[in-house]
C-alpha cells in the first residue's frame, strides 16, 4: 500500500515535470511529434530506473560511508553519463530494433536534468533501496505521460492557426501551464 | 569567426539571450523565479559556472580528444558547480537552501554545456570570458526579469537582499497562480511572445 501511495504521489502529484520543473528541454524539444515523445519516454523511463538504482548504491556505500558527500554532483553525473554510454552501447549490439528506436534520444537524457533530479530527490527524500526503486520508475512514468499528452495536444495545435508571436515554444509553454493547472487537481489525493 | 570581444559579450545580451532566444535552462528558469533574490543568486551561480568552464575548456580544447570530449566538459563543470556549491554553503545559506537541489541541477544545465560545445572548444581564452560573461549576464538578467513578473503579481513584493519591498497598497489581493507551477509555464510562454513581438520589428 505505501509503495501504491507514493507510486501515486510521483507521478501524479509531485510529477516531475509539471510540478518539479525538472527535464522541460526535452519536454518542449522533443514534444513536435508523437512519435519522438513516445521515444523520449521510453528512453527516459529506461535510463531512470537503471541511473536511480545505481546512484543509490554509489551515495549509500562508497560516499556516505567514506563521507565524501561533497562529491554527490560529480559522481552522479558521471554514473548517469557512462550508464547511458553504456546501456547505449549494449542495446546496439544485443536489441537493434530497440536501439534504433531510442538511439537518438540516448545521448540526450545525459543532460536531461529529470534523471539527475529524480536521482538527487531520492537521497533528499532519504528513501531507502525499495523506495527509490518504485519512486524512480513513478517519475519516469509521470515524466512519460506528461510529455505523451502534452505531444499529443502539441500536434493539434499545429493544426490550427497560432498567432506569429505566439507560435512554437511560446504556445507550447501556454499549453503545459494548462496541463500543469489540471495537474493541479490531484493535489489532494494523497 | 573574426568578430571582436564586444561583439561575443553583447550577442549574449540581447542577440542570443538564453532562455527567450535559444531556449535553453528552462527548469531552473521556470522553478526557482518565484523571488527575484533567487532568480539573480541562481543566475550569478549558473554565470560563475560558465566563465569557469568556459576558461577551462578553452585552455583544454588541444589537448582533449574529440571522442570523449563530452564526459570531459561535464567531469569539468561538475567540478565547477561543486566549488559554487560548497561556497554558497557557506556565505549565503539561506539562499542555498531555497534553491535546493537546483544548484547542483547546474550541471545538466544545457546553456553550460552548450557553451562549452559549440564556443569553448573551439575559440581563444579571451573569447570564451567574453562569450561566458555575455550569456551569464543575459541569463541573470532574463530570470531577474521574469522573477519580477512573478512576484510582483504573485505575492506583490520585491525581494533583494534579503528584504522584501510591498508594491502595492492594501487593496492589492495577491495573484498566487502565478508563483505556483502553471503560472510558471505561462508566465514565460507569455514573455517569450512579448520577445518574438519586439524582435520581428
Request: hydrophobic share 55%; with cysteine.
Amino acid at each position: 500500500m505505501e509503495y501504491i501511495l507514493l507510486a501515486i504521489s510521483c507521478i501524479l502529484i509531485n510529477n516531475i515535470l509539471l510540478a518539479q520543473f525538472l527535464g522541460n528541454c526535452p519536454f518542449l524539444g522533443t514534444s513536435k511529434k508523437m512519435e519522438t515523445a513516445v521515444g523520449m519516454a521510453m528512453a527516459v523511463i529506461f535510463v531512470l530506473v537503471l541511473a536511480g538504482v545505481f546512484t543509490w548504491c554509489v551515495d549509500t556505500y562508497p560516499l556516505k560511508r567514506f563521507d565524501l558527500e561533497f562529491l554527490r554532483t560529480l559522481s552522479f553525473i558521471l554514473v548517469i553519463a557512462s550508464l547511458v554510454q553504456f546501456v547505449e552501447m549494449f542495446l546496439k549490439k544485443s536489441i537493434p530494433a530497440l536501439y534504433s528506436g531510442l538511439g537518438i534520444f540516448l545521448p540526450l537524457i545525459t543532460t536531461n536534468c529529470a534523471v539527475m533530479g529524480a536521482c538527487l530527490i531520492n537521497i533528499k527524500e532519504e528513501y531507502d533501496f525499495m523506495h527509490t526503486l518504485v519512486a524512480s520508475f513513478s517519475y519516469a512514468a509521470g515524466f512519460g505521460l506528461a510529455l505523451i499528452l502534452f505531444a499529443g495536444i502539441r500536434e493539434r495545435i499545429n493544426l490550427g492557426r497560432v498567432p506569429k508571436p505566439l507560435a512554437d515554444t511560446s504556445i507550447g509553454l501556454v499549453t503545459a501551464g494548462m496541463i500543469a493547472l489540471s495537474f493541479f487537481a490531484f493535489k489532494g489525493m494523497v | 569567426m573574426a568578430k571582436s570581444i564586444t561583439q561575443e559579450f553583447t550577442k549574449g545580451l540581447w542577440a542570443e539571450v538564453p532562455p527567450f532566444r535559444l531556449v535553453l535552462g528552462l527548469c531552473p528558469t521556470l522553478a526557482v523565479t518565484t523571488k527575484v533574490e533567487n532568480g539573480i543568486g541562481m543566475g550569478l551561480a549558473t554565470t560563475f559556472v560558465l566563465v569557469g568552464s568556459n576558461i577551462l575548456v578553452s585552455m583544454l580544447r588541444n589537448v582533449i580528444p574529440s571522442k570523449v570530449r563530452i564526459a570531459c566538459f561535464i567531469t569539468i563543470i561538475a567540478t565547477f558547480v561543486t566549488i559554487v556549491q560548497l561556497l554558497m554553503q557557506a556565505y549565503t545559506y539561506s539562499l542555498y537552501l531555497q534553491l535546493g537541489i537546483f544548484i547542483p541541477l547546474i550541471v545538466v544545465n544545457c546553456i553550460v554545456l552548450g557553451r562549452a560545445e559549440a564556443f569553448a572548444s573551439k575559440n581563444s581564452v579571451i573569447l570564451s570570458i567574453a562569450d561566458a560573461l555575455g550569456i551569464g549576464i543575459g541569463y541573470t538578467l532574463s530570470l531577474a526579469a521574469i522573477a519580477m513578473v512573478r512576484e510582483a503579481l504573485g505575492a506583490g513584493t520585491i525581494t533583494l537582499f534579503g528584504k522584501s519591498f510591498v508594491l502595492f497598497g492594501h487593496a492589492f489581493m495577491p495573484f498566487t497562480f502565478m508563483v505556483q507551477a502553471p503560472g510558471a509555464f505561462i508566465c514565460l510562454g507569455l514573455m517569450l511572445c512579448i520577445m518574438n513581438m519586439l524582435g520581428s520589428k
